[in-house]
């Protein structure tokens, strides 16, 4: 299976590409909804990797994919200037989900 990136920079493309990853950058959130519809229609890809700044345009459409399909798996990562996430969100977000604190 092929992995599939959706990138608001060129240097995330460029890098991903030299690991052997096609991509694609894009803007608006009309663009990142087109392509995620175009990676979902081609049975190939079994990972779609999206920088965060671009999966904040479309959460919920991708927090239900998240949650509704095992294939293709979506993976959020920061780009080249970082997360946008705060310095203790996995701390936050294992608190939340089992209710223990850390």
């Known amino acids: 299976m092929k992995t599939y990136l959706i990138c608001d920079n060129i240097d995330t493309q460029v890098g991903m590409r030299l690991a052997g990853v096609k991509g ?3 803007h ?3 663009e990142v909804l087109d392509e995620l519809n175009k990676i ?3 049975k190939e890809f079994g990972m779609i990797i999206i920088t965060e700044k671009l999966a904040s345009l479309a ?9 509704n399909m095992g294939i293709p ?8 200037h970082g997360t946008i996430r705060g310095k203790d969100s996995i ?5 939340e989900s089992i209710g223990l604190k850390i």
Request: charged share 40%; hydrophobic share 40%.
């Open 24 to 26: 694609v950058v894009v």
């Open 28 to 30: 608006k959130r009309e």
């Open 40 to 42: 979902l229609r081609n």
């Open 59 to 67: 959460s919920s459409e991708i927090e239900k994919l998240k949650l």
């Open 73 to 80: 798996l979506i993976v959020v990562i920061p780009d080249r």
């Open 91 to 95: 701390t936050k977000y294992i608190k």
